[in-house]
């Protein structure tokens, strides 16, 4: 069974930082791209950031040059540097990974249950 875990979401200041941690665990063969959505209230989900084996990101006009995606590949986890952060950043956090399980020839789409990001005026 593969789980993704995310961590270090809060409470912040506007233009404080946080720092988003995401792993996953379980029989996993290799994983392809991680990555981090977020989902306001009312609002759909929406992509932030990716991240694919090789080190090759992509991250959403809204956050370039003040959000960074990362991967540790040796513990299976990606993490999101987010700095000068705004009222509107306010969202639960989704990882995700494409990963290939174990015994397993198909990359599948997973995802972890989220972490809460609020940003105060």
């Known amino acids: 069974q593969v789980q993704l875990v995310e961590s270090g979401g809060g409470l912040v200041q506007a233009g404080g930082s946080l720092r988003l941690s995401c792993t996953a665990s379980?029989?996993?063969?290799?994983?392809?791209?991680m990555g981090w959505y977020r989902q306001a209230a009312g609002k759909q989900r929406e992509l932030v950031a990716v991240?694919?084996?090789?080190?090759?990101?992509n991250h959403a006009d809204s956050v370039k040059g003040r959000f960074t995606i990362s991967r540790d590949d040796a513990k299976n986890t990606v993490y999101l540097q987010m700095n000068s952060l705004k009222p509107e950043d306010t969202a639960i956090y989704y990882c995700?990974?494409?990963?290939?399980?174990?015994?397993?020839?198909?990359?599948?789409?997973?995802w972890g249950k989220g972490t809460l990001v609020t940003v105060s005026s």
């Open positions: 991240i694919i084996r090789g080190g090759l990101t």
């Open positions: 379980g029989s996993i063969s290799s994983i392809n791209g």
């Open positions: 995700n990974a494409d990963l290939i399980v174990a015994g397993s020839y198909y990359v599948m789409d997973y």
